[in-house]
């Protein structure tokens, strides 16, 4: 019987990069490079060529799998990184001819992932992740755990080693995803009460390393962890903020996208994903002066798809101080609807453009209303107030309260529905057409 065990690994790697003449879609170096930075890897050479398809059984081929070892033996590296998707076996084969740990471009972004949870979903979710991927190594991949234990009392029937993995596995597989479903229901409440009372959501999307966390830093005026580097935020994060003419809007910051993200990731953060699916708006934001723009778009646009993502998208265009011209615009369709906004979360430019384009897609015309209350009409004047939408209020010497309020007529006419009271109780004169009678 064959016995195989796996090299421990570590952090001096050397990466390898192929492009594969059979598929247009190449895997970008520089990107994998800043993966491996990262997870920690200290890169001590890096490995490219070309080949028409990947070889069945050590991927490079032969050859480059040669050039590959006597350099992992010239740098003393213990593990060696691929930018591409491999099989079990292949990873298997690499390991005996290369004599160090082999680790594919999704085993690294699931370990990016590990070192970057920190809440109990989080963890739950990377968790998840990993033992699917682990699932298939284990099925196809260590011939050693088909062996059965010897020696006096060990003999006879029982479970392989590798039939009592596959079941603890399975096992693991299926708590961690009731647990995860616990997560979705909490979230799906949470989501529930903030619709009831009609506080939007505004959720930030974009490939990873694009400022979404510093631009919701900048609107928060929080401090979430923001670094130069490939999913610096793991976890999701929602902040509760008021925004002028807009009221009180909930923001959520969320894991960024990858190109070729694995599947089974996008599986695992569903509950996370979620808070995408069910934003008012979602704010697309882009690495401006990113050489792949067009490309990271396309990666983003293709997970949204994906998850079935039908909420309206907001482009934001950032970093643009790193551009020589660097004015701050909003951009509106051929509707006059905002489609762009070009600003820097970092500095701050075209933040007053972006708060405007956010009040017009999520309350539409904002207009200036004056509503007389009755002293009964406590309640209307509490939510007003929690929407930040009264400018001035004035005591009448009758005990009524004129206020003065700036929001949407659908914004007014929903709260007004909430409190069973109708525009005429509150001397304003609603009209189709967005006008106001006195």
Known sequence: MEFFERHEGGEKAILVHLELRQYSQDEDLSEFQLLATS??????????????????????????????????KATGADLVLFNHALS???????????????????GLILDIFAQRARTFEGNLQVELAQLKHLSSRLIRGWTHLERQGGGIGLRGPGETQLETDRRLLKNRVVMLT??????????QQGRAARQKASIPTISLVGY?????????????????????????????????????????????????????????????????LEETLEADLLLHVVDTVSADRDIQIAAVNEVLAE??????????????????????????????VPAEVWL??????????????????????????????????????????ALNAVKEEVMQEDGCITLTVRLSEDELTSVLRRVNLQAQDVGVHLTAKNSIDW
Do not use: W
Not at 178 to 187: D, F, I, N, S
Not at 225 to 249: C, H, K, M, N, W
């Open 39 to 72: 997870a920690g890897a200290q890169i001590l050479g890096v490995v490219t060529g070309s080949r028409q398809k990947p070889d069945a059984k050590l991927y490079a081929g032969s050859g480059k799998a040669q050039e590959i070892a006597d350099l992992v």
């Open 88 to 106: 079990p076996a292949q990873e298997r084969n690499l390991e005996r001819v290369l004599e160090c740990r082999v680790l594919d471009r999704t």
């Open 178 to 187: 009731e647990k995860l479903e616990k997560v979705r229901q909490t979230r």
């Open 208 to 272: 990873t390393n694009a400022g979404k966390s510093t631009l919701f830093n900048r609107l928060t005026e929080s401090d979430v962890y923001v670094a130069d580097q490939l999913f610096a935020t793991l976890d999701p994060t929602l902040r509760r903020v008021d925004i002028e003419s807009i009221g009180t809007v909930v923001l959520a910051d969320t894991v960024g996208f990858i190109r070729h993200l694995p599947h089974q990731l996008v599986k695992a953060f569903r509950a996370t």
């Open 307 to 336: 998850i079935g993502n039908k909420t309206p998208v907001l482009m934001v265009y950032n970093k643009i101080d790193c551009l020589e011209t660097h004015e701050p615009r909003l951009v509106f369709n051929d509707e006059g």
């Open 344 to 385: 820097s979360a970092r500095d701050g430019m075209g933040i007053a453009e972006l708060k405007t384009a956010l009040a017009q897609l999520l309350v539409g015309d904002i207009r200036t209303y004056h509503l007389q209350l009755q002293p009964h009409y406590a309640k209307l004047r509490a939510q007003l107030f």
